[in-house]
């Protein structure tokens, strides 16, 4: 399987971006990366998912180097409202299937 | 439009009791999962279904069953519950696996005493 390691935590301020990176050194060749957000008492949300380079849509961009050892979700211009954990899920298939352990963004005024 | 439901929202079992934890999902979507998430790890798999009749062992299956027999649910049974198994529970759906995306219930949260 292959290990995802993201931080534990980070912070911000309100309008600031927010990038969170995501490890995966182990990861195979047909596997994709997807970003999810969790608020308390909720079932993870789909963010957005890519395979290679960067994708972009209305809430978010992944960046993912060439090598895609690791993937990067950037939030522009963070609110209060996106106060969550972060998850980055890599694989294709139900045996790689890897969730990270979370980050736990908090933003603030 | 409900997306994924799942029931019950809490519960709390004894030592060797057996429950159903239901899944339920109105999107049409031919791929469901069971995963469970507990404190400082991320969401595990647990069985998945790649269409009705169709089930298969995540990660961490052994201690629950699955059965597929319509699209639109997938229960998840647990039949000698034990404390190892106090977690949260989330069912997802998804269009076409786990390249897709996932859309998860709200979650059961389980207490074995």
């Known amino acids: 399987l292959a290990k995802t390691t993201q931080p534990i935590s980070m912070d911000s301020y309100e309008g600031q971006e927010v990038n969170i990176t995501c490890s995966h050194n182990?990861?195979?060749?047909?596997?994709?990366i997807t970003w999810y957000q969790q608020f308390p008492s909720q079932g993870p949300r789909f963010i957005i998912q890519?395979?290679?380079t960067k994708v972009t849509n209305e809430v978010a961009s992944l960046f993912i180097p060439a090598d895609r050892k690791s993937s990067t979700l950037s939030l522009p211009r963070v609110s209060l409202s996106d106060t969550a954990v972060y998850y980055c899920?890599?694989?294709?298939?139900?045996?790689?299937?890897?969730f990270g352990t979370g980050t736990r963004l908090q933003v603030t005024l | 439009n409900a997306g994924v439901t799942q029931t019950p929202k809490f519960q709390v079992l004894k030592t060797g009791q057996s429950m159903t934890l239901q899944c339920a999902q109105d999107?049409?979507?031919?791929?469901m999962s069971w995963y469970r998430q507990d404190p400082g790890m991320g969401l595990r798999l647990i069985h998945y279904?790649?269409?009705?009749?169709?089930?298969d062992q995540g990660e961490v299956p052994n201690g629950y069953n699955v059965s597929r027999s319509t699209t639109e649910d997938f229960p998840l049974r647990l039949l000698s519950a034990a404390p190892s198994q106090t977690s949260v529970y989330f069912c997802?759906?998804?269009?076409?696996?786990?390249?897709?995306?996932?859309?998860f219930g709200n979650g059961t949260r389980l207490t074995v005493t």
């Open positions: 999107m049409n979507h031919e791929y």
């Open positions: 890519g395979y290679k």
């Open positions: 899920l890599v694989g294709l298939l139900a045996s790689k299937l890897t």
């Open positions: 997802a759906s998804s269009l076409q696996g786990f390249v897709s995306p996932l859309h």
């Open positions: 182990n990861i195979a060749t047909n596997d994709y």
């Open positions: 279904s790649v269409g009705a009749g169709i089930t």
